[in-house]
């Protein structure tokens, strides 16, 4: 399931996010496989936020609502609407990380 940057559209796969790209952060090999086995609810705290922040990622409340990704030009904006459609969907389905990836697949988001 492809999810799309809310600033640059650049298509992701979920599951890439899920289980990918917290290896290209500056996490150790063992702290990235400690992140992997955290519940997806724990993924985001603050310290783990400001990790993927240093290598170019910024995300909703879940993993998979990508704000700011690494391929975003320098200085681009997050479109709001965009933004607030995918917040939205979180409050609905947040529980429901699947169901959320389906849905932002489904509007394109
Ligand atoms: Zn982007």
């Given at each position: 399931m492809d999810v799309h940057c809310s600033t640059c559209n650049e298509p992701w796969?979920?599951?890439?996010l899920w289980h990918d790209a917290v290896f290209e952060t500056g996490l150790t090999v063992e702290g990235a496989q400690t992140w992997c086995s955290l519940p997806r609810n724990q993924k985001l705290s603050d310290r783990y936020r400001e990790e993927f922040r240093a290598v170019g990622w910024e995300f909703g409340q879940t993993l998979i609502n990508v704000v700011h990704c690494p391929s975003c030009p320098k200085d681009a904006q997050p479109n709001p609407e965009r933004v607030q459609t995918k917040a939205a969907l979180e409050d609905l389905l947040?529980?429901?990380?699947?169901?959320l990836a389906a849905a932002f697949e489904d509007y394109r988001l």
């Open positions: 796969d979920a599951h890439h947040g529980d429901d990380q699947d169901g």
